[in-house]
């Protein structure tokens, strides 16, 4: 199986920094690579997909990249509004599994 | 509007079962792919299973696979999990997501389970 892996577990930014989580996949997994952002006490919402397709809504200071095994989730300008945990999930083939998450807060 | 209501948790004693129901509304459940997903609180996302538009096709985790059944019923656009000899490690909320293909557009709120004695 597919292993997803996330670094870092969390990180604490100020308003403004550029942020970047990385997903890491145990074997290549094309493009089929998906970001959901849970805020605190709020169900999971998905904010990318295809490695780099915004969903639609979502500010444009997130952006995704990456293919292969590789993957980056990008936060360009860090607002209040963006401290949530984020996850990656791999929907290649077999189990649809998800990153362990990364903690986004205001430093 | 899109929306997903779980129902079905609660309490139950390691080794006893659950059914979860999701209702499906405001979007064409027939042809949606739905998963469970769940989440110990404060913890990490843990797909779970999921089933195609027609049923034909179902996958589950590891964790849960010979123990839990996703089934659905278009007519009735719901989703079902029916989950066997339970265990203290599958206490979570489980959330009902799906979309038209793949990855999860839709959440539910979730349902809290609970296995203790």
């Known amino acids: 199986d597919i292993q997803m892996t996330q670094s870092p577990s969390s990180l604490s930014a100020s308003v403004g920094d550029r942020v970047t989580i990385t997903c890491r996949a145990s074997?290549?997994?094309?493009?089929?690579l998906a970001w959901y952002q849970q805020k605190p006490g709020k169900v999971p919402k998905l904010l990318i997909y295809?490695?780099?397709t915004l969903q639609p809504r979502v500010p444009s200071r997130f952006s995704g990249s990456g293919s292969g095994t590789d993957f980056t989730l990008t936060i360009s300008i860090l607002q209040p509004d963006d401290v949530a945990t984020y996850f990656c999930q791999t929907y290649n083939s077999g189990p649809r599994t998800f990153g362990q998450g990364t903690k986004v807060e205001i430093k | 509007q899109v929306q997903l209501v779980e129902s079905g948790g609660g309490l139950v004693k390691p080794g006893g079962s659950l059914r979860l129901s999701c209702a499906a509304s405001?979007?064409?459940?027939?042809?949606?792919?739905m998963s469970w997903v769940r989440q110990v609180p404060g913890k990490g996302l843990e797909w779970i299973s999921y089933?195609?538009?027609?049923?034909?096709?179902?996958s589950y985790a590891d964790s849960v696979k010979g123990r839990f059944t996703i089934s659905r019923d278009n007519a009735k656009s719901s989703l079902y999990l029916q989950m066997n000899n339970l265990r203290a490690d599958d206490t979570a909320v489980y959330y009902c997501?799906?979309?038209?293909?793949?990855?999860?557009?839709?959440w539910g709120q979730g349902t809290l389970v609970t296995v203790s004695s």
């Open positions: 074997q290549a997994i094309d493009n089929y």
């Open positions: 089933i195609t538009g027609s049923g034909r096709t179902i």
């Open positions: 295809g490695a780099s």
């Open positions: 997501a799906g979309g038209l293909g793949w990855p999860l557009d839709y």
């Open positions: 405001g979007f064409t459940f027939t042809g949606s792919y």
